[in-house]
């Protein structure tokens, strides 16, 4: 059989229109929490929830917190991990708002207060650490440091391609998205540019993958709230970016780590240079043969560099 084989084996509409299922080992760890001041029930996982010590994780666009399936586990046996389905997004409500930074920015603060988590160790991928960063500039005192995994929004940004182009276009990008609905291997396909060789992952990933991007495709919440981020965010940037190179007030105060994929095909690996050369103090982890999805691809090495900003910003002693 090749890989995904069982769940391609699905076609039609039918098997695509389910609630998403977790991870299998994500499964024990899934909650709901309704947060009333933004008015939107949020999914997510709460791992070790008695840890005195909290990372944060905060998935890029047009995914959610299964992404970090690989991540959660292990440094759940150390710290309290908490991974949300942004609004709109995997599982969770859309927010009456629509999806922006600043909503989101408020729901993760009132997630947090919800849960209790005064401060903590914001993990971001690619969207997902454009949030970390605003919330580390903004309310500084509910972040003790910052991992961000092929993304910021202090970089400067690659040329946008035709696709993206086209998906900023309103009813364009909205046919272009449905119309994936009649090819699913179509739908898996797009899937490639994020990966630096998505049929080299495990077949239990594949045919995870195969079923949760046709999940996300059949969704008309999530396909709205997914152009709700991206116009949005096309807005929101370049005016950050401008008041980031002015005055990076509430930056440079946080311990900083970035990972980047050393094939990234959608986040230029010269970005994270470029980062560095504003930001001295942050340390760079470049992954070999990983590309956007690194935490997928290379798991490893983002444990191991995310722990390691842990045990430093909590003055851990390294076990041996």
Not at 56 to 66: K, N, P, W, Y
Not at 264 to 275: G, K
Request: proline share 6%; aromatic share 8%; glycine share 8%.
């Amino acid at each position: 059989m090749t890989a995904g084989s069982a769940a391609r084996s699905e076609t039609g509409e039918k098997p695509f229109r389910r609630e998403m299922q977790p991870w299998r080992d994500l499964a024990p760890y899934a909650r709901c929490v309704y947060l009333p001041r933004n008015q939107v029930e949020v999914f997510l996982y709460d791992a070790n929830p008695g840890g005195s010590r909290t990372l944060l994780l905060i998935h890029g666009l047009g995914d959610e917190a299964d992404t970090w399936r690989y991540l959660i586990p292990p440094l759940a046996e150390e710290y309290r991990v908490v991974a949300l389905d942004l609004p709109g997004f995997g599982r969770s409500q859309a927010a009456p708002g629509g999806c922006s930074v600043p909503i989101n920015q408020e729901v993760i603060l009132e997630l947090m207060g919800s849960l209790g988590i005064g401060s903590a160790l914001l993990v971001g991928h690619s969207y997902g650490a454009v949030l970390a960063q605003a919330i580390a500039r903004d309310q500084p005192q509910r972040v003790q440091g910052l991992a961000l995994l092929s993304g910021s929004m202090l970089v400067k940004q690659a040329r946008i391609n035709l696709a993206t182009l086209l998906f900023m276009i309103p009813g364009v990008g909205e046919w272009l998205y449905t119309r994936m609905r009649r090819d699913p291997e179509a739908a898996y396909r797009s899937l490639e540019v994020y990966y630096h060789h998505l049929a080299d992952l495990p077949e239990e990933d594949c045919a995870f993958l195969y079923q949760r991007v046709n999940e996300r495709v059949w969704s008309d919440r999530q396909r709205k709230a997914f152009f709700s981020a991206l116009r949005n965010l096309a807005r929101w940037l370049p005016a950050q970016q401008r008041r980031a190179m002015r005055q990076q007030a509430g930056l440079k105060t946080h311990p900083t780590l970035v990972i980047w994929g050393g094939a990234d095909r959608m986040a230029d690996i010269r970005s994270a240079h470029a980062f560095i050369a504003q930001q001295a103090s942050a340390r760079l982890v470049i992954v070999a043969d990983a590309g956007h999805n690194l935490h997928q691809e290379k798991p490893a090495p983002v444990v191991n560099a995310i722990r390691e900003l842990a045990q430093v910003l909590w003055r851990e002693a390294t076990p041996a």
